[in-house]
């Protein structure tokens, strides 16, 4: 069973350095990502030809994956830049590593029983409402109370 982020891996080109083109589809990303990534500085000394054009290095590539894959996993570029730093720092402990992955579960986790908060009520406002061609609607006057007429600073229509 496959995931939606899984990926099959790509046959690698024969010759390195490759253009931006190939570097992007071997990591799964787009070029556009692949600037991007380098223009925040997760991916640094790409080598460029006489003419300016990007040439990645497998070393590159695989950077990229790395990326991609802490991007799946939800991890803000914040914690993606920390993270590269450890990764290349063979001499870090793996405690660190584990100690950005518990805060990040711990976001997740939050994150997830606000979402499930919001889809109760949903839920629940979507039972009293009928669906019906009456103009009454119990979804509508919970989020006009709910916004700033509930404050006293828009009139109660």
């Known amino acids: 069973m496959t995931t939606p982020t899984a990926r099959r891996p790509l046959a690698a ?3 390195w350095p490759v253009p931006i083109s190939e ?13 991007h990534y ?7 000394g ?4 006489e003419s300016g054009y990007r040439q990645y290095t497998e070393a ?7 990326i ?5 996993l939800g991890f803000s570029i914040e914690e993606i830049t920390a993270l590269l730093a450890l990764w290349q720092d063979r001499s870090r ?15 997740l986790t939050d994150r997830i029983a606000a979402m499930q908060a919001m889809q109760r009520t949903l839920q629940t406002l979507v039972g009293c409402c009928h669906g019906d061609d009456r103009p009454d609607c119990p979804i509508l006057d919970d989020l006009a109370g709910g916004g700033l ?6 009139p109660q229509l």
Not at 38 to 44: A, K, M, T
Not at 60 to 66: A, E, R, W
Request: hydrophobic share 45%.
């Open 23 to 35: 570097a992007a589809r071997l990591a799964g990303v787009s070029a556009r990502m692949v600037r």
């Open 13 to 15: 080109p024969a010759v």
């Open 149 to 154: 007429s509930a404050l006293g600073s828009v």
């Open 93 to 107: 402990s793996s405690a660190q590593v584990k100690r950005i992955a518990q805060t990040h579960i711990a976001q």
């Open 60 to 66: 590159d590539v695989h950077t990229l994956h790395f």
């Open 46 to 49: 790409v080598a460029r030809t």
């Open 38 to 44: 380098e223009s925040l500085g997760l991916l640094q």
């Open 68 to 72: 991609r894959r802490a991007r799946d």
